[in-house]
C-alpha cells in the first residue's frame, strides 16, 4: 500500500517523510509532492492509496486536490493537515468525502492511528468485493493487472481469485504443476492502428482456443498466464505459436519468463517475462526464454575514442552513405556481442548521439555560427525504436549532421568557417594546408591568404593554438598520461609537444594539470 505526502513547506513534508518509520507499518512512501498540481500528474502512474496533503497551498488547495483525486478515484483515502484556523474549511471537506483531518500540530502517534484507520478502511473495502464484481471483465482485468502485472496484493481470498482465474486453478495443488508469464506481439498486417489492435485481438482469441490459459491484452502485447510441462514454455508452446502465424498470416514475438509453482508467484514471471520481452528485435530470436538472456553482463557501454573521430570526419564530410555504413557496421557489432544487454546497448548509442552533439557545439563555436543547437538530451531514451536501433541511430546523427550543413549554407558560404570545423575534426592528425584546401575546394595559397586575412593568424599558428586549446581541455578532464593526450593532439614527439605547450601556455603540461585542480 503506497502514501502520498503534499505540502509545500519543505520542512513539513521532510519531516512527515522521516519522522515516521512509514514501511514498519506497512506502507511504501512515495516521494513527497510540493504542490497539488505535482501530486495530480503523479496520481496516473504512482497510484497511491492514501494522500496525506496541507489543507493551503500555493495554486490548488489541498480540498481541490482531495476532490480532484476522488473524482478519478473513488477509493482513494485522503487525510487533509490543517491549522486550528482552517477547521470550518475541515469540517466541509469530511462532508465532501475526505477521509479524515489532522492538526499540523498532531504528535507522531496520532499521525500513525489515522493513517491506519485509512489503511483498514482501504482493507474493508478490498475484502468486500463481490462474487458478481469478478464476472465482469473489467474489474477482472482489472485484477489481473493488479496481481500479475503490478505485483501488488488485491486484498481477493483463493475463493474469488479462482473464479477470477478458474483455468489457472482447475489443478491447484499438483505436485507437477508449473506456471509461467508469455508476453506476446504481433505484427503483419499492414494497415496503421485499428489493425494492430485487431490483429491482437485475434491472437488473443486463438490462444484462448487453443491453450489453457488467462490472459489481459496491453498496449501493444498480450500478457498470457498458462501451464507449462517444466521444460522452457518457449520451447513448449512453439508449435501453437506458429499455427496462429500460420492462421492469420502473420508474425509473433514471444518471450517466456520462469516457471513458478504458485499462481501468486506469476508476478516474479512476468517480472522476467518483460526483461525478457525488451530484446525484441536485438537478437536473431523469435521466440526468446528468460534462461538465454539472464546471465548477458552487458557489452561495449560508450562509443571509443578512434571510433568517434572517424564519425565526426563523416559528418563533416556530409556523406549520408559512409553514415548509414558506419551506423549499420557499428550497431551490427553489438547486436553480434554475446554479453549485449538491452541497457548496454541503450547506453551505447546515447554515447554516440552525445558524442555527436559535442561536436556539433564544438564546431559551430569555433567557427562562430550562431543560432541555437539542438539541445543535447540529458538521456537517451529510444521506448519502442530500440525494435530498430540503427536506424534510431541513423536517423538521429543525419539530422545533427543536416543540422551543421544547413547552418554553414545559410547566407554567404565562408571558405574560412569550413576551413575552421576541418582544423577542429581533425585535431588528433598532421592538419596541414594542403588536405584542408582540398577540402574547402580552393587553391592553398588562396587559402592561406584569406585564412590569415580573417583570423589575423597564419594557418599553421592556428592549428597549432586549436592543438594546446584541446590538449589543455584533456590535461584538465581527463586522467591520461601527456604521452598520450600528446597522441590525441597529433604529436608523436612528447618532448616537441611539451615544448609547444609551454610556448602557447607558459607552463608544461604536468604544470597546467597540477594548477588545473583536476585531481589527476
Known sequence: MRIMIVDDEIIIRTGLAHVI??????????EPADSAEEALGRLEKERPNIILTDIRMAGKSGLELAEEAKRLYPDMEIIILSGYDDFV???QAIRQGVSDYLLKTSR?????KTVLKAVQRIEEKRADVSRSMFQNKEARNRLFESWIVEGENTGA????????LPRLFERSGQPDRKLLILLISAEGWNEPVASERLLLFAVENMIHDLIRCETVSQKKRIVVAIETAGE?????????????????KCRLFAAAGISVDDPAKLHESYQTADYTFGYKGLLDLQFCDYSQVEHRKGGKPVCGYKDELKLFAILLADEPLSLKEWVDGFVGGQLRDQQMTRQSLESFISSVVLAAFRWLERVRGVSGEGGDTPKQPEEIKLGLSMDHPAEELFRQLYAIMKHYHNSMSAGQPSHVKRTIAYIETHLEGDVGLQQTARYVHVHPGHLSEIFKKETGMTFGDYVTRQKMRRAMDLLAESPAK????????????????????????GQTPREFRENSGSGF
Not at 21 to 30: D, F, H, M, N, R
Not at 108 to 112: A, V
Not at 482 to 505: C, H, N, W
Request: net charge negative; proline share 4%.
Open 482 to 505: 601527456v604521452s598520450e593526450i600528446a597522441l590525441r593532439v597529433g604529436y608523436e614527439d612528447v618532448k616537441y609537444f611539451t615544448q609547444l605547450f609551454k610556448k602557447q601556455t
Open 89 to 91: 474549511y475541515t469540517q
Open 232 to 248: 522452457p514454455g518457449i520451447r513448449y508452446y512453439r508449435p501453437v505459436l506458429e499455427k496462429i502465424e500460420q492462421l492469420l
Open 21 to 30: 518509520k512509514w514501511s514498519e507499518l506497512g506502507l511504501t512512501l512515495l
Open 108 to 112: 507522531p502517534e496520532e499521525i500513525i
Open 157 to 164: 481470498n483463493a475463493e474469488q481469485i479462482g473464479i477470477l
